[in-house]
């Protein structure tokens, strides 16, 4: 998910009061983000260049990072977050976003030609007027930006965002797309003109935007924008122009983006102006423009309207397991900038006005979500379902790792996945090429076959871990995958039981008892070779492990696991320096 740093002081001035980073940090979980690291300004350069970090004086600024919801795209800066957690503690009132009262008349115009449909064929744009900034929310007006085209715009493809200093510029505009040749400017923080083939050339070197040229550089037009005096506002999606740059004392922002994906550009829009309209001389008010395509239609963006959805509340109270009245339900929808009251009569339902600040709401679980996170999900009564019902397998599964537990052991996991070395030749095995199946076009050498035992995971386990106190004793309930023919698929899985000691000796007598005591508490009686009313072990000849020091279990006439001590050319191929025994056992054929 993002993660949004800002700025501890700053945040806590907007929020109206300071908290302790532990306040601060059940406000963030109550709220449905997290706090995910705190350090300071000089800390964030330092690793970035990386720079042996100092420490931190007195003097240097805390900045909180705050990981966000990924489709949360009002929360990307620190506007966004504080007017979010400002509603949800009750302190503001839901902000009412409006368009400026003007004729289109009136309007600033931009014209869409024929042209742009070959490349990026969607523009929106809008105006912030009378907009007062200042260094820090200059400078969060330029990382929103950022945020955007890393999340929503994917890496500039899908949106790209041009903010110009208006009062430079006249409109109406034009967006065009043109061959390279023909465009001429002089881009942001440079001197020099470009054509924009040359500027393909000259940022190949740019460690910030070569990563952007691959959108356009082999098409036969790009797109561009310009105003009445063809002076280039941008050249989309690479770089804006230096004439129309924005800076501390800009009072009015145009702000356009264009785009592949017109739903896409929209949100970014509403986003944008949205967040910072706040610093405008009217408050939340932004200045329409008409965009005019190449065949005469005409549209009139940002378009700032709510939308509404109507919700029945058992729907939410049943998804929560809450019992809520509506007036409780509306409030808490409230406290998450969501207008709502009930709607009509009959059966009770919510209607819910969605702002264009919440573009993720787009489903009756969104809003049951919504009112989860503003109820408390720490206040809702666990319980268990009357229709959940573990499967008989895992309850086994479960039972014997508690009996395991008990006699010592610490459980491991490992993964399902590993090399044909290891679950072959590592452990004196042939591969008779019927019981492992193979990964097709594996990605790794470590990851080529689906285990058909637990041993090689295990092995592993402790030769990676050999320096540790000794005696190491431990154990998996896990699956294999075995080739079967009988099965639609061509294979089943088995669950096992795994379990290993390793010490100064064997532990050869402590494997074998372990053994008796999982029969014992299975109900099944140890028998004499041959009887079927229990178990009995009988010698086996496993190359993993060393001859006349092993054995098979049989229980009702079957062969059901093994045990005995570890092969020393075994421990040698998973670099094991101490003796091991090890026992598997198919928990499966006890049900």
Sequence with gaps: MPTVSVGRDRLFTALGRSYTQEEFEDLCFSFGIELDDVTTEKAIISKEKHFEEEKPSADDEIIYKIEVPANRYDLLCLEGLAQALLVFNGKEKIPKYTVANIS????????????????????????????????????????????????ICRKRTLVAIGTHDLDTLQGPFTYEALPP????????????NFRADELMEFYKSDLKLKKFLHIIENSSVYPVIYDRNRTVLSLPPIINGAHSAITLKTKNVFIECTATDLT????????????????????????????????????????????????PLSYITGSIGVPLEVDEVTSLLKRMQLHAEKAGSGEAKISVSVPPTRSDILHPCDVMEDVAIAYGYNNIPKRTLSSLKPLPLNQLSDLIRYEIAMNGFTEVLTWILCSKK??????????????????????????????????????????????????????????????????????????????LYCGANSGFELIHSLVDRIMEVMGTPFVPVGDKSGYFIELSNEPEFLSGRQAKIIYKGGRIGIFGIVHPEVLNNFDIPDPCSFLELDIESFL
């Design 104 to 151: 289109k008349a009136s309007m600033l115009k931009m014209h869409v030609k024929k042209e742009t449909s070959l490349i990026r064929p969607f523009l929106v744009c809008a105006v912030l007027r009378g907009i007062t900034f200042d260094e820090a929310s200059y400078n969060s007006f330029i990382d929103l930006q950022d945020k955007l085209h890393q999340n």
């Design 181 to 192: 040749p023909e465009i001429n400017f002089v881009p942001l923080k440079q001197v020099k």
């Design 422 to 499: 290891e679950n072959f030749e590592m452990l004196n095995r042939k591969d008779d090429k019927s019981t492992a199946v193979i990964i097709g076009n594996p990605r790794s050498s470590d990851f080529e076959v689906v285990r058909t035992s637990l041993m090689p995971g295990m092995l592993k386990t402790v030769g990676h871990n050999k320096d540790h106190p000794k005696p190491i004793k431990i154990y998996e309930v896990g699956d294999v995958v075995l080739l079967d023919e009988k099965k639609d698929v061509g294979a089943s899985n088995r669950r096992l039981l795994g379990a």
């Design 264 to 311: 896409k550009a929209k949100i970014v829009l509403n986003t944008m102006v949205t967040t910072f309209s706040t610093y405008c001389k009217r408050k939340f008010e932004v200045e329409p423009v008409e965009v005019i395509s190449f065949d005469g239609k005409s549209s009139v963006y940002p378009d700032l309207s709510e939308y509404n959805m109507e919700v």
